[in-house]
């Protein structure tokens, strides 16, 4: 299966300025002309620019060393070296760069940035030719500049998925069934922790006008928030998601602790994860025993918050999933109805998600987004 390729490494080398030139007139009855070497072109600069319809960074994953072409070496008879060719790296909205030794973040893109460009590394200036060292005192100057270096710089790319539902719950809770069964996704699914090595993306068809993206995230082991397991290092994706789906294993003995666990390490990490508008679903009913421990989630969890809903499903089972569903869609849709309120045209229901508007209609939809290959 293709996967979505969230992060990558790379080294970025601006260009070099060309040398310039030191050289003298020469013609026929003009033995001894002045200087007339010309500057060294400026080299290329490193350039990001966002780009609406790219939505992974496998290309960069593929090509993780980026150059900017080096400028040209002056010539004689004064004329300049040509300047070295920019190189702009494209990236998708919601690309976030770091320097890779500090961490420090150099830029952040919105997701709803389009055509955005930051110009990150300057490249060298050209050396100035023999043609500027010509004085009262030295008529015949040999003496030419070289140019500039260009700068080096090893960077940390990061996309955080854009999603319109981020899929919250422990190992083995059954993220990946749920997503198999509402999209178009097929995620790797096994019966032990941490099948989910990297975040998958799903469409979810409601209607002819509406799309809406699913995030799998991979499993959250407690102490994620500090580094434990592999949710830490996906954690960052459900920050930009619309709304939250819990998925809590009823049939696992920690069933009545799972819920705040979760939301626990949502708070360790920060982010206002927390306050995020929420689906609770408590799955494998269908075990025994497991639809009474259902129950029970239900009723604390609603005498605790009325607000979230909470619905007990079996995803293999296909037990209550239409009501999951249209759940899921309705939630959506108010959040989308609130962000598009006073908008113009705004009706409270949206044509395609963000992450959609830029596909074309024309994309297999069978395929999963591209990136590295796990």
């Not at 490494?9 to 033995?31: D, L, M, W």
């Not at 070497?37 to 980026?66: E, M, Q, S």
């Amino acid at each position: 299966m293709i996967q979505f390729a969230d992060e990558a490494t790379i080294r970025v080398q601006s260009g070099k300025g060309g040398n310039g030139c030191a050289s003298f007139r020469r013609e026929k009855y003009i033995p001894n002309g002045g200087p007339n070497g010309g500057d060294g072109g400026r080299g290329g600069d490193i350039i990001f620019c966002v780009k609406k319809n790219l939505r992974t960074l496998a290309h960069l994953r593929f090509h993780p060393v980026l150059k900017a072409q080096n400028g040209s070496d002056g010539h004689s008879w004064g004329k300049y070296g040509k300047d070295g060719e920019d190189k702009v790296i494209p990236v998708p909205p919601g690309t976030t760069i770091r320097d890779k030794e500090t961490g420090e973040i150099i830029i952040d893109f919105p997701t709803d940035s389009e055509e955005q460009q930051f110009t990150f590394l300057k490249g060298g200036n050209g050396g100035w030719g023999n043609i500027h060292f010509k004085s009262s005192t030295n008529q015949a100057p040999r003496r030419a500049n070289k140019g500039e270096p260009g700068e080096v710089r090893e960077l940390r790319v990061e996309l955080s998925v854009m999603a319109d539902v981020g899929l919250v719950g422990f190992p083995n809770a059954g993220k990946s069934s749920l997503l198999d069964l509402f999209t178009n996704a097929r995620p790797k699914i096994a019966p032990y922790p941490f099948t989910t090595k990297i975040p998958n993306l799903g469409v979810l068809h409601v209607d002819t006008d509406t799309d809406l993206i699913i995030a799998d995230i991979p499993g959250i082991i407690e102490g994620a928030s500090e580094g434990a397991g592999l949710g830490i290092r996906f954690l960052k994706h459900i920050s930009r998601t619309a709304c939250l789906l819990f998925m809590i294993d009823c049939s696992d003995d920690n069933y009545l602790e799972a819920y705040d666990l979760l939301l626990k390490e949502l708070e360790g990490f920060g982010g206002d994860l927390t306050k995020k508008p929420r689906i609770v679903l408590c799955n494998k009913i269908d075990v025994e025993g497991a639809e009474e421990r259902a129950q029970e989630v239900v009723a604390k969890l609603s005498a605790r918050d009325s607000s979230v809903k909470v619905i007990p499903v079996s995803v293999m089972a296909r037990k209550n999933m239409n009501e999951a569903r249209l759940a899921i869609v309705s939630l959506v849709e108010k959040m989308n109805a609130e962000k598009d309120a006073g908008k113009k045209g705004g009706e409270g229901k949206p044509a395609k998600s963000e992450f959609m508007a830029g596909r074309s209609v024309d994309d297999s939809m069978e395929v999963q987004f591209p990136g590295s290959e796990g």
